[in-house]
């Protein structure tokens, strides 16, 4: 696989075609995901919930996502690598200036914002000084006790059209990519549609321009993984080889399944 870059997932959505993302913490497994391909590796702050046992990712520090990103950078040669800024890491526009720039110097080429509207003078601030960002709208974990639990968002016409319009808005702050989760899949759709930039669905239906999930999720070692993930190692002898049929099922279209979506 060539080197992924931001413009080369943007061509990949121009051209009507999909790329695939999972999560990594460490240098082992992030060894194993770029061996099988995939386009984005996104060292995530779900980190607190699969490595550290913690009940939310709320508890994950600055710290230990510098320190999970640095490790997975040296495994990868060409997967494109997305970190998470932790809960409270971007409160104001100098605090996240601050912190996106620990990430990137830990080895990230993108950092990842939970947020809708309130976040786009953040999100160009980053951009203007050449941090890449991908905006994450529908449910955002790091609110968890706001939202009242991991439930769907935009069930209803209102809710869907605050994140389609907050999506527009990051978009035209400046971010190049958008995660979008668990929302209905006619949402997903909408969205994917309405965007320039790439939108990565989890549990977000089957026709967001790619699909990301836990890693521990799809190898079938995590605690009750969620409706909208999918357990490859049960078909595969080894997880590289269960990498590599997640992301041939998400570049066909075989995955997300009508079961995994909402």
């Not at 999100?123 to 769907?152: D, M, N």
């Not at 999506?167 to 006619?186: H, M, Q």
Request: with cysteine.
């Amino acid at each position: 696989m060539t080197t992924m870059s931001i413009e080369t997932l943007k061509s990949i959505k121009a051209s009507g075609n999909k790329f695939a993302a999972i999560t990594a913490y460490d240098y082992s497994f992030a060894k194993l995901v770029d061996k099988a391909d995939i386009e984005v590796t996104l060292v995530g702050d779900s980190l607190g919930n699969v490595i550290q046992g913690q009940r939310t990712t709320i508890p994950v520090t600055l710290d230990e996502m510098a320190y999970h990103t640095n490790n997975v950078r040296r495994g990868i040669q060409s997967s494109l690598i997305l970190s998470d800024m932790p809960f409270m890491s971007y409160g104001t526009v100098p605090q996240a200036l601050e912190n996106a720039a620990i990430l990137m110097q830990a080895g990230a080429q993108m950092v990842k914002l939970e947020g809708g509207e309130w976040l786009s003078e953040t999100v160009y601030a980053l951009t203007e000084r050449g941090i890449p960002v991908c905006a994450h709208l529908g449910l955002t974990p790091q609110s968890v006790h706001k939202l009242g639990g991991f439930k769907v968002q935009g069930k209803d016409a209102n809710a869907a059209d605050k994140i389609v319009s907050d999506a527009k808005i990051l978009e035209s702050a400046g971010a190049d990519l958008l995660v979008v989760e668990c929302v209905p899949s006619t949402l997903g759709k909408e969205l994917a549609s309405s965007l320039n930039i790439p939108v990565i669905g989890i549990g977000a239906g089957s026709d967001t321009d790619a699909q990301v999930l836990v890693l521990q999720d799809m190898l079938g070692i995590s605690d009750g993984a969620p409706k909208f993930s999918k357990n490859y190692m049960a078909q595969s002898s080894s997880i590289e080889e269960a990498l590599r049929t997640y992301r041939n099922e998400v570049l066909s279209g075989a995955f997300p399944e009508p079961k995994h979506q909402f």
